[in-house]
């Protein structure tokens, strides 16, 4: 498949979840949070078709350039080439914001404990993944067009991508704080260990580990160290340790970890 078939079809994908991630919020009571999340999915709707308006113009100007399709009026493609990546780099920038804001009222759902407040968490995180994987096609599509280009455009070009970038960034950044977010949820523990493993947040096992158990989840227990880093140590099903509880785990060496409580008194480990 071409980069702008699979770019269209992340377009496509990216629609689906938005609209299904509207219905979840439609289906909340009346929060406060609602009427702004059920605003912003339209908004995010709208800046992902600039991004796509701005791509097609962008496409037509490199072509018209490379001889491949005949220039209608004005023969000279550059200004449409800046029409083209203004309009990408405007949405990339507003899109940027309106995920950081969904973010937040997504979040304010699952601490002001709306019921239902999961299914609009996993809806929101798929619009995030989905996010994540249009700007990836966009940069590579970005990249194929730049070939070829003087090194003005190709600039403007590489320009425009930083945009999708940072756009990227921003829906990374709103998973990652959803994850931390919810991580204690009973409801979306498996859901949250996913992503959390799939983004890198979860740090490599050693022999020995200290930490805050945040959740038990499956055979994993999941603990946040000192540091602040993320710990998905294998467990027995007998464990008996729950969140809150400060622990010494150390690998038994047969593939799990046993717990020992840790006492932590003024900040001095005993």
């Known amino acids: 498949m071409s980069t702008e078939k699979e770019f269209h079809a992340a377009h496509q994908d990216l629609n689906d979840y938005v609209d299904a991630f509207a219905k979840q919020v439609a289906e909340r009571g009346s929060h406060p949070a609602k009427g702004q999340l059920a605003q912003l999915a339209q908004d995010i709707k709208k800046d992902a078709q600039n991004i796509a308006t701005g791509m097609i113009s962008t496409g037509d100007a490199v072509d018209i350039q490379s001889g491949k399709i ?28 309106n995920l950081a804001d969904a973010g937040k009222q997504v979040r304010t759902l699952v601490k002001d404990k709306v019921p239902g407040a999961d299914q609009v968490v996993k809806a929101f995180d798929n619009v995030l993944d989905a996010t994540s994987h249009y700007m990836t096609l966009g940069m590579k599509r970005l990249t194929g067009l730049a070939h070829g280009m003087d090194p003005e455009d190709r600039y403007a070009i590489g320009f425009t991508s930083g945009h999708l970038q940072s756009a990227q960034d921003i829906a990374i950044d709103q998973r990652k704080r959803g994850i931390l977010q919810t991580l204690k949820s009973p409801h979306l523990g498996e859901h949250v260990l996913q992503g959390a493993k799939r983004l890198g947040m979860i740090e490599p096992c050693k022999a020995v580990h200290r930490g805050m158990v945040i959740n038990v989840i499956g055979l994993e227990a999941i603990l946040k160290n000192a540091k602040g880093q993320l710990l998905a140590l294998p467990v027995t099903p007998d464990f008996k340790f729950k969140a809150g509880d400060n622990l010494v785990m150390k690998d038994r060496g047969d593939g799990f970890y046993s717990g020992k409580r840790q006492l932590v008194e003024r900040g001095v480990e005993r």
């Open 70 to 97: 005949a220039p209608v009026g004005n023969p000279d493609p550059k200004p449409l080439l800046a029409r083209g990546l203004t309009r990408i780099q405007d949405a990339a920038k507003s899109l940027a914001v």
